[in-house]
C-alpha cells in the first residue's frame, strides 16, 4: 500500500539559508501534518492543511511557512535557518471521516543546519 | 507547558514477560489516546488507540488501559518479542469534523526487548 513520501529524507544547510521540505500524503487523504521532532524531544505540531487550506496551526516560526497544493502535497518552506530548526520533520496525512482517522507518518526529513 | 507525559525515558524486559509503558495527561479535554511505535530512521507507526469513553482497549498482544480519574493511560504488551524494541510514544488529541485533530506527544520511552 502506498504510504506518505517525503523528500529530501536528508538536507543539510548553512545558517541564514532556505530549505523546501516536501510531503505526498496516501491517495484520498485529505488533511496533511508537519511536526518537527528536536533531538530528545517529542514531536511538536507545526502546522496542518485540510483540504488544502490551513486548518490548524501550532508552534511554528513566522520563518516557517507552508501551503498544500491542487494534488494534495504539501510543502514546508523555511527560511533563514537557524541552528536550533535542526530536527526530524515528519509529514503524516489521515482521511477525516469518522472517530478514529489514524495519522499515517512519512519516513522524515532530517535537517541539519550548520 | 508538557500536556502529555511519559517519565521513563526507557524500559528493559526480557522475552515473554508483559512490558507496560506508562503516559500521563493533563488536558481532561482530549477525546482520544494513542500509541505511536518509531524506529529508528522510520516515522512514528500507529499502534493502537482508545476512546476517552472506555478504559480498555485491546488488539492481539498490545492493550491499552485508560483510567481518567488519574488522567493515567497505559500500553501493555504480551508477550514481549525482540521485534518490540523501539521507542514508542503516547500521544492524545480532541475530535474535529473535519479540520484539524493534531497530536500531542509525550517524550517516548524507548523498549528493549531481550532475548
Known amino acids: 500500500a502506498a504510504g506518505v513520501i517525503q523528500s529530501p529524507r536528508h538536507l543539510i544547510k548553512e545558517k541564514r539559508e532556505t530549505a523546501t521540505l516536501k510531503c505526498y500524503p496516501i491517495?484520498?487523504?485529505?488533511?496533511v501534518y508537519w511536526y518537527q521532532q528536536g533531538p530528545g524531544q517529542d514531536p511538536q505540531f507545526l502546522i496542518s492543511?485540510?483540504?488544502?487550506?490551513?486548518?490548524d496551526k501550532g508552534s511554528i516560526p513566522d520563518r516557517f511557512s507552508a501551503q498544500q497544493f491542487s494534488d494534495y502535497h504539501s510543502e514546508l518552506n523555511m527560511s533563514s535557518l537557524e541552528l536550533g530548526d535542526s530536527a526530524l520533520y515528519f509529514c503524516?496525512?489521515?482521511?477525516?471521516?469518522?472517530?478514529?482517522?489514524?495519522?499515517?507518518f512519512g519516513p522524515g526529513t532530517r535537517l541539519t543546519v550548520l | 507547558d508538557q500536556q502529555v507525559k511519559q517519565n521513563s525515558p526507557s524500559l528493559s524486559v526480557q522475552e515473554g514477560r508483559i512490558s507496560i509503558l506508562n503516559c500521563d495527561y493533563t488536558?481532561?479535554?482530549?477525546?482520544?489516546f494513542l500509541w505511536y511505535k518509531k524506529y529508528p530512521a522510520e516515522g512514528p507507526t500507529f499502534l493502537i488507540s482508545?476512546?476517552?469513553?472506555?478504559d480498555k482497549n485491546e488488539d492481539g498482544r498490545f492493550t491499552v488501559f485508560l483510567n481518567k480519574s488519574a488522567k493515567h493511560l497505559s500500553l501493555h504488551i504480551v508477550p514481549s518479542q525482540p521485534g518490540d524494541s523501539a521507542v514508542y510514544f503516547c500521544?492524545?488529541?480532541?475530535?474535529?469534523?473535519?479540520?484539524?485533530?493534531?497530536?500531542?506527544f509525550g517524550k517516548g520511552t524507548k523498549l528493549t526487548v531481550n532475548p
Open positions: 503524516a496525512s489521515s482521511l477525516t471521516s469518522g472517530e478514529n482517522n489514524e495519522q499515517f
Open positions: 491517495p484520498r487523504h485529505d488533511t
Open positions: 492543511f485540510y483540504e488544502k487550506m490551513q486548518s
Open positions: 488536558n481532561s479535554m482530549f477525546d482520544y
Open positions: 482508545i476512546s476517552s469513553i472506555k
Open positions: 500521544a492524545a488529541k480532541r475530535l474535529y469534523q473535519g479540520g484539524s485533530e493534531k497530536l500531542v
